[in-house]
């Protein structure tokens, strides 16, 4: 009788010959039978069905959660014409509706399902393309940590809101919820003076840098030609997020969605998409990838659901109008899309194919940008870039070409 194998501490084959991923690599064991479409309405139901059980606790004045609230509107109630009292955290079914808006939208966009995603998440690419796309993503991951602090920064004590008593403290509960997520990419959060980390710890901590470094041990990618540099549209991508994130021609509202919500939701999809396009091509070419090797994978398809729930929460505390709503939709469009001409770039780089422009893609109308704050920005941006920073700095120092697509 046919029995389960264990191939890998990444996968395992069932009595029937299919292959399957333990629970300590993914939440979906037969991920590697699914075709794209699935495994994104799987993170959509999910992620869902996450912000639902996290909004029913508020429901209950025993949870910690609820009773933090509940403090923060008796402040508000305190002080004739606070507006806090009207936000949506104290309104399960507006909050609901709020998220199912927001994460239906940005769920929709066509980056996740980029021909760049789904070719790998098939397998079809040689090893050599493989160390490419590693080397080359590798610019996106090392460089977009910095955008949590940016936005981070523009939190204080002297920032504008309209929450008279409250002011502070909901800049305090926005800085501690991106503190939390920069300490989670740098590893090194710690919460008394008995834990923290010696000096030596500390600047060895483990780092989601660090932990991307591990899958060149498996590719064979020494230290010294791990550091490449980077493609224009990758570039672009790294400037834009930051743009978003830290220059004042963004709201702070505008910094807050794109570190959250533009940047948090779709990582478990195409995360899982990535790991297991390389769990395939491991197992089918004999490659002696682990889960070692994988882990910066795995840890973002696990941790960063938690990540897009806390940021949606604090969101909602800075929506004040309608338009806020749509300005939110904006910021994410603006770093959808930044990130489509980044897949697309990587996709041309490996497989020798231009993809048409994110406009020409027959784009839905409600990720068109209305306005071209961005672009001006990015042009700016790009011509204070580094020589040899990018392929053909020079050249992309005084590209008028942008990755947006504009009304």
Not at 42 to 65: C, H, M, N, W, Y
Not at 222 to 234: H, I, K, M, S
Not at 299 to 325: C, F, K, P, R
Request: hydrophobic content about 45%; some cysteine; glycine content about 6%.
């Amino acid at each position: 009788m046919p029995t389960a194998r264990t191939l890998t501490d990444l996968l395992y084959t069932d009595a029937e010959g299919r292959p399957l991923l333990p629970p300590s690599v993914h939440p979906i064991p037969e991920l590697l039978q699914l075709e794209v479409e699935a495994v994104l309405e799987r993170f959509k139901r999910s992620q869902v069905a996450d912000f639902q059980a996290v909004i029913g606790t508020l429901d209950d004045p025993d949870t910690e959660l609820a009773r933090l609230l509940a403090s923060l509107k008796a402040v508000a109630e305190a002080q004739p014409g606070n507006p806090f009292v009207r936000n949506r955290v104290f309104s399960s079914e507006r909050l609901e509706a709020l998220f199912l808006e927001l994460h239906e939208h940005v769920m929709g966009h066509p980056v996740w399902r980029h021909p760049c995603f789904a070719r790998i998440f098939r397998g079809e690419f040689s090893t050599a393309q493989l160390t490419e796309f590693a080397l080359h993503y590798f610019n996106q991951v090392k460089n977009t940590r910095q955008c949590v602090a940016l936005a981070l920064g523009r939190y204080s004590g002297v920032m504008a809101l309209p929450y008279g008593r409250l002011n502070e403290r909901i800049s305090e509960l926005s800085q501690i919820v991106l503190a939390q997520l920069l300490a989670d990419e740098y590893g090194v959060g710690s919460h008394t003076v008995e834990a923290y980390p010696s000096l030596g710890n500390l600047f060895s901590s483990t780092t989601h840098i660090v932990m991307y470094r591990q899958i060149f041990e498996g590719l064979g990618v020494p230290f010294e030609a791990q550091d490449v540099p980077l493609l224009p549209g990758v570039a672009d991508n790294v400037l834009t997020q930051r743009l978003v994130a830290g220059d004042p021609a963004f709201t702070n509202l505008e910094a807050l969605a794109s570190v959250g919500l533009g940047m948090e939701w779709g990582v478990p999809e195409f995360f899982s998409l990535l790991l297991g396009g390389m769990i395939r091509h491991a197992w089918q070419e004999q490659l002696p990838l682990d889960a070692h090797h994988l882990l910066v994978f795995i840890a973002h398809v696990q941790y960063d659901v938690l990540h897009a729930i806390a940021v949606m929460m604090v969101t909602s505390l800075h929506i004040q109008a309608e338009g806020d709503i749509e300005a939110i939709k904006q910021a994410t469009n603006t770093l959808m899309a930044a990130r489509y001409g980044m897949m697309s770039e990587i996709y041309a780089h490996l497989f020798g194919e231009r993809l048409p422009h994110i406009a020409q893609s027959g784009l839905d109308e409600r990720y068109f940008l209305t306005d071209r704050r961005i672009e001006q920005c990015l042009l700016h941006a790009r011509s204070s870039v580094a020589k040899g920073s990018v392929v053909n700095s020079e050249h992309y120092r005084h590209s008028t070409e942008t990755p947006y697509p504009f009304k």
